[in-house]
């Protein structure tokens, strides 16, 4: 495990400077809304791909907002329940459209 943890940490250095720590501060939040948000469907039981894709879908579906570690944020222009939002729209389309066929 820690090997892999090492190269994953490497595939981030460019020159001297390691990017691993720059991260799309939507991330963190739409984990975050993604917690409050799933228990809203309680005859909903998603998979691990499941959650994946609401992730990435609601991920995708909002402007990203990349900061480095130390980065001091005066402002969010991504309100929480817009974010909220485009989760519950995220968990609408895989319930709708999953990501696999139902024999799975």
Known sequence: MEKKINDLFEMY???TSNLFFIRNKNEKRVIDAMRRVLPEYPKFEPNDLDIQDIYAL???SLPPRYVQQGTIVL?????????ND?????????RSRP???SDE
């Open 58 to 60: 609601s991920l995708n």
């Open 99 to 101: 990501n696999y066929s």
């Open 13 to 15: 250095v460019v020159g």
């Open 75 to 83: 402002r969010e222009p991504v309100r929480p329940d817009e974010i």
């Open 86 to 94: 485009a989760v519950r729209e995220a968990v609408n389309t895989v």
